[in-house]
Structure formats: C-alpha cells, structure tokens
C-alpha cells in the first residue's frame, strides 16, 4: 500500500513553468507505475504522462510532449512533473497515481490517488 501527495502547483502566466512532485508513504512505492492524470471543470479525468518502476519508461499524452517531463527518485519515494511553456488549456486539478497495470491511460488502472493540486494558467 502506498499513500500519495501532490505539491507544487500554484498561478502561472503563459509560457512559464511550474514542477509538481508526487512524494510517496510505504516502502512498496518502486513497485508502482506512476501517472500523472489532470482534471478541469466539466471534463473527466485525463492522462497527462506516466513513468514505470525504474524510471526507464515514460510516455506523455500529445498535447503535452515536448512541454512536459516526467521522472522519478525512488530512493527519495518522489515523482515529478516539470511542466514548460504552460498554456491556459493547461488550467486543472493535476492527480498523480499509482497502479501496476500495463493500461496506464485509463485512470481505472490505478489503485491510488493523490489529492490534487491546482494549477492555474493565465492568459
């Protein structure tokens, strides 16, 4: 089992950057794929960028490839989210998430969720 929070989000202009971290309680956290997954108002939840157990394997959703990198220090239970040239679209409750499936889009394959932190984009 592990429990996660999220920190790091805040206001921001467009193009600037924030970085979100996901630190991890437990001892199991190197076993977990993690997820990033953002939420705006009125839409369900959508997959951002995801990172394996070792770090080795990462995939991000088009919209934020090139803009957004993800990574992990297993030995500090963290996960990260760098997030460059930031753009209004970008305005969500931003969740990471921990899960051991293979199906790392679908917010269903993970069994646990941090609380959120807002990130909020101005024009």
């Known amino acids: 089992q592990v429990q996660l929070v999220e920190s790091g989000g805040g206001l921001v202009q467009a193009g600037g950057s924030l970085r979100l971290s996901c630190t991890a309680s437990?001892?199991?956290?190197?076993?977990?794929?993690i997820g990033w997954f953002r939420q705006a108002p009125g839409n369900g939840r959508e997959f951002v960028a995801v990172?394996?157990?070792?770090?080795?394997?990462?995939d991000y959703a088009n919209s934020v490839k090139g803009r957004f990198t993800i990574s992990r220090d297993n030995a500090k239970n963290t996960v990260s989210l760098q997030m460059n040239n930031l753009q209004p679209e970008d305005t969500a409750v931003y969740y990471c998430a921990g899960g051991r499936s293979m199906t790392w889009v679908d917010p269903a394959a993970y069994g646990y969720w941090g609380q959120g932190t807002q990130v909020t984009v101005s024009s």
């Open positions: 437990g001892r199991t956290f190197s076993i977990y794929t």
């Open positions: 990172i394996n157990t070792s770090g080795y394997f990462t």
